[in-house]
């Protein structure tokens, strides 16, 4: 064999080859073939006709797409804000504890390994009009919760949005409790001496200290939020009346129950374009030696 | 003295908030837990409590009427194929980038290609990706699902094992190649045996995502027969949609054994699953 093809360099390039190979069959090359069919108006069967920019234009007036979008900034906002809270306290809290510990950690962890299918399913019972919490309290002669919240147009998103917050935000604590056990104790006993309060001590040391990890999880946060589909495809599908339709929901009904490949896939290369504006975003952010 | 005192009731009110917060996870699963065992005339009546009456049929029902003899299979099946496809690719990746030639620009060209890849949204390629797997004839198979996860998993998998590999010790490899050892050899004879700890992390993780996996699994598998757990479910959920008890106990058929691997891998998983998250 020439000596070029059996150099370390080739072999470490064979050893390669298969990840690169099935990486690329299935998500490179089918998102390359989403960027030529968002130019055109196919429909999965006939002919394929080139019709420009015209799916953008279509987009930009389609009064669906635009509620889905305000319903994903919706959705980022709320993960940005209460999940991240929550978790900040309780995984402070938990700093402070030495009893318990692990216990805490791995309920709090549980709901974020359980499968969506199963945690809709037991939040759609509780939240249940006639059984769970509403048949609860008409048993004790309540009227609450007397109609899903997941049946009414005003909380249906917030309700979805509920469900998956109550399986993510464990998540949340375990990524900031790593960050917090790398803080130098010592920091923490020089602001005893000095007398700090509690909150002094998490504004001061704890916050500015977890920075990186911080930053990290909103940047999760936000591209996760981005094709968020299975909750609200399993409760709501987008209902009643489009109040939780999200990007993804929108483009999976475009796209499996009308056919419409073109249409479907500039929905998808607007949510890739968005993703990578954000994550180019940071890196030019971290470029700039802006710590994060 | 008086500050001791403070910091006892302080943390007393730290537990306070602590199991508030544990218990807003574990009752909805409690109730759950109680709806499986719960015959279907008592729902009315007791929707939250204990059963006044046990009734382990509903166990039985879902597994004879959800047929779930097949899908476990099913499910078991994408995920041990997934796990031989995905950790194969991911291991022969991850040592040729750790060990073989770490400085190469491989590493710069193919981490860069798969950090772009796990940045794309699924909802990107899935429809192109559809009609290629209907052309190709892949479309309502197990095996087209099993590709499909072990490429989505390979960045993943392949940084994974590759942070642990970049910490084996070079003396290792540069002792088999005195003794004679062929490239292959290097990777089945040293690094494999050196690295189970985290092949054990990557398998863990993968079978989760496998297990749980929902969009691809709806969309992928049409027929009744060959559908995975997750997507089986979901139709549970219409067609015994006022039979609690059967798709209580279903749900908890398909969260046993993950939560039984959680248990005795706890640390593996939580470390695995934010490892994922903060370096991917």
Known sequence: MPKFLT?????????????IFIHFFVVAFPSILSLLLCLTDW????????????????????????????????WTVMFLTIPVIVALVIAYLLTG??????????????????????????????????HGLGGWFENQGIDFLAKSPFAMKETALYAVAWVDMWHFWGFLVIIYLTGMYQVDDSLYEAADIEGATKFQKFRYITLPMIRPIFVLSLIIIIIWSVPTFDYVYILTMGGPAYSSEVVANHLYSQAFQRMNVGYASTIGVMMFFYVGIIVGFFAILRRMGWEV | MATARFRQRSSYINHAILIFMALTIIL?????????????????????????????????????????????????????G???????????????????????????????????GISIPAQLFILPLFLMWKTLYLLDTRIGL?????????????????????????ELFEAAKLDGASVMQLFTRVALPLSWPVFLTTALIVSLTVWNEFLFAITFIITDEYKPISSILFTFQSRFANDYGLVSAASILMAAPIAILFMFFQRRFIAGLTSGATKG
């Not at chain 1, 797409?65 to 994903?72: D, E, M, Y």
């Not at chain 2, 060990?99 to 710069?108: M, S």
């Not at chain 2, 072990?150 to 392949?158: D, R, V, Y």
Request: glycine share 6%; with cysteine.
């Open chain 1, 97 to 130: 504890i030495k009893r318990g510990q692990l216990f805490y950690r791995l309920v709090y962890f549980f709901p974020y390994i359980l499968a969506s299918i199963v945690n809709c399913l037991i939040w759609r019972y509780i939240f249940h009009p006639r």
């Open chain 2, 146 to 170: 099993i590709i499909i996860y072990s490429a989505l998993n390979a960045p993943f998998a392949t940084f994974l094992i590759r942070s642990y590999m970049l910490q084996l010790p070079t």
């Open chain 2, 28 to 80: 909805p699963l409690l109730v759950l837990a109680f709806n499986s065992i719960k015959p279907s005339s008592e729902f009315g009546a007791n929707p939250l409590g204990f059963p006044n009456e046990i009734r382990l049929m509903n166990y039985y029902d879902a597994w004879v009427n959800g047929n779930y003899t097949q899908i476990f299979t099913n499910s078991l099946t994408l995920v041990i």
């Open chain 1, 7 to 19: 150099s370390i360099n080739a072999i470490s390039w064979y050893f390669l080859f298969p990840v």
């Open chain 1, 43 to 74: 429909n999965g069967f006939g002919r394929i006709n080139y019709v420009g920019l015209e799916n953008f234009q279509e987009l930009f007036r389609d009064r669906v797409f635009k509620k889905a979008v305000k319903h994903n900034i919706i």
């Open chain 2, 82 to 116: 997934t796990l031989i496809l995905n950790l194969t690719v991911s291991g022969l990746a991850a040592f040729s980038l750790a060990v073989l030639n770490p400085k190469g620009i491989q590493t710069i060209v193919v981490g860069l290609y798969l950090l772009v």
